[in-house]
């Protein structure tokens, strides 16, 4: 979030918002021992985020997009016929947004590979799944992360796995506005496996359940990791202005705000007027000067 800088100084992009941040954010900016710094846990860390990035975008697309899709019932009445290319690139966009999530599990695999190597866990997302609802998952993966997955299995991911492996392997499906209801009908001839055809009458409301639940769970793993942290002083980035990249120190495992830690960019920007950061006014970080002083009101 941008925020407002005395005249002239421009704006400060403030990353450092632990109170809005959720647990997956926590863990990105936060992460440390007893996990490793590089390797798969990192790249499945930035993956599951990356994703989610990118099914925000093309959710915004389909937004913007689904108003037009009565233009079609108004040219097939005007010319008796239609292109359909706003259908065809709403059922593509949905679709995309289906393979989206499922790279976000991709991610969450990764993620935990990396996070609990000696559980030797599988090479595909959907065995991970399947091998935590049948017990094929050592205890070297903590059982309340094993619980998750396999209430994921027993529920919502094999439909989701089946919805986005056709996608990928077979033809797309097709959309259709419904005048009576205002919705967005959805269907599939087929899956790979599962319901012959797929039906949703609703396929925007279906989509976003898909996404919550998928959020719901990463951010459920994203906590359990968050726990297992230790308590030590992270350096983080809190922000930028004019180009500059502005880094504060805080302690993992303290209830963090956006007053907390101490900044770690003063010693240098104090020294140069032109870049001295336009929030120390009103940051108690900015006064913070000594570890010790941690304890200090708003850390």
Known sequence: MAEDAP???????????PEVWSPLDRLRHLTGPPFPERGPYVDGLFMARAHFAKYEVLSGLANRLAPELSKEDEEMKRRGFTSAIRSREFAALTETLVCELYSVLGGLRLLLCGAFPRARLPGKTSLLFKNAANGKVGSYLPGGIRALLAAGYDSWFPLLRSFRSTVVHRDAGSVHLLAETGCIRYVHSGFMEGPRPFVSEDIVSWINERHSLVRTLVDQVADFLCSALLPAERRVPCGVHQARFY??????????????????????????????????????????????DEASPGS
């Open 7 to 17: 005249e002239g100084q421009g704006s400060f992009l403030l990353w450092f918002d």
């Open 247 to 292: 880094e504060r120190i805080v302690v993992v495992g303290s209830n963090l705000t956006r007053q907390s830690g101490r900044c770690a960019s003063r010693e240098w920007f104090d020294l140069e007027p032109a870049r001295q950061c336009p929030l120390q006014t009103s940051c108690e970080a900015y006064r913070v000067t000594a570890p010790q």
